[in-house]
């Protein structure tokens, strides 16, 4: 491992065009529970189910019940030295771009500047009716939160399983993923398309491909290095000596 970390802080020392993808793990250390590990149950009901917007029209006082003890849970928690270090990397290299899955807006608290928040932000809410989106930090949005605006319903930020990403931002993504000399790919199951090709578009367009995470995933057959452990440790390595 200590071996593999020297390669692939030799390999980032060059590269001036650096991306890097995460997945709900490096928000683990935070004290967030990841979406497909043991704890990804909230009140036994599967997280991937609520975040649906068949269970959002069903019953939206459930789902909101749901995402307002996600945003209670995450106003409690902070960055940890995974996302800090990404900050400090990002501060290093003159082109940068972090490409997160996460909607729990830890990368902004860290630091991050060059963000696409490709699966939208917990903290950004939408009117149902009048589709205008506001900032709204409450830990408690209330059961049916209602837009000021036009009193229609609103609904988290966030893009769920069958609604399609925002292309704009998509686009951005597939940028960087095709012009970065070096992608770490970190705590991402890499099962929810279209975020787990971004590794692919990468290494299809020669750049060296690197996943952190605590085990191997259907990804990491592509990868030039795979790094097994917690992000949050192993990240801060990377930049150990960092000039
Ligand atoms: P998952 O819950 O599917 O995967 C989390 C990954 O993080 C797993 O591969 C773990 O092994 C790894 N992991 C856990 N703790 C770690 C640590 N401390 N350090 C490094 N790796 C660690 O989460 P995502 O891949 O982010 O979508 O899931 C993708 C999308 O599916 C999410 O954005 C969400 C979800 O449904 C939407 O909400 C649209």
Not at 154 to 171: A, C, I
Not at 175 to 196: D, F, H, K
């Amino acid at each position: 491992m200590e071996k593999e970390i020297r390669a692939l802080k030799q390999a980032l020392a060059k590269a001036n065009r650096v991306a890097a993808l995460t997945g709900a793990g490096i928000s683990a250390e935070s004290g967030l529970p990841t979406f497909r590990g043991a704890d990804g149950l909230w009140r036994n009901h599967d997280v991937m189910q609520l975040a649906t917007p068949e269970a959002f029209s069903m019953d939206p006082k459930l789902v909101w019940e749901f995402y307002n003890w996600r945003r209670n849970l995450i106003s409690g928690l902070t960055f940890n030295p995974g996302h800090k270090a990404l900050v400090d990397l990002e501060a290093g290299i003159d082109h940068f771009t972090l490409i997160t899955q996460n909607v729990d807006g830890l990368h902004l608290k860290a630091g991050s500047k060059n963000l696409l928040e490709i699966h939208g932000n917990l903290w950004k809410v939408k009117c149902t009716k009048c589709q205008t989106v506001t900032v709204d930090m409450s830990s408690d949005m209330g059961p049916l939160p209602k837009c000021k605006e036009c009193g229609g319903l609103l609904r988290p930020q966030v893009v769920w399983f069958g609604e399609s990403l925002d292309y704009g931002l998509l686009n951005r993504a597939v940028e960087a993923a095709r012009a970065c000399q070096l992608m770490l790919v970190i705590g991402t199951s890499a099962v929810v398309q279209p975020a787990a090709s971004l590794a692919f578009e990468a290494k299809a367009a020669g750049a060296v491909v690197a996943e952190i995470n605590l085990e191997k995933t259907p990804n990491s057959g592509i990868m030039d290095f795979v790094l097994l452990g917690k992000s949050g440790d192993i990240l801060p390595k990377l930049l150990e000596h960092r000039p």
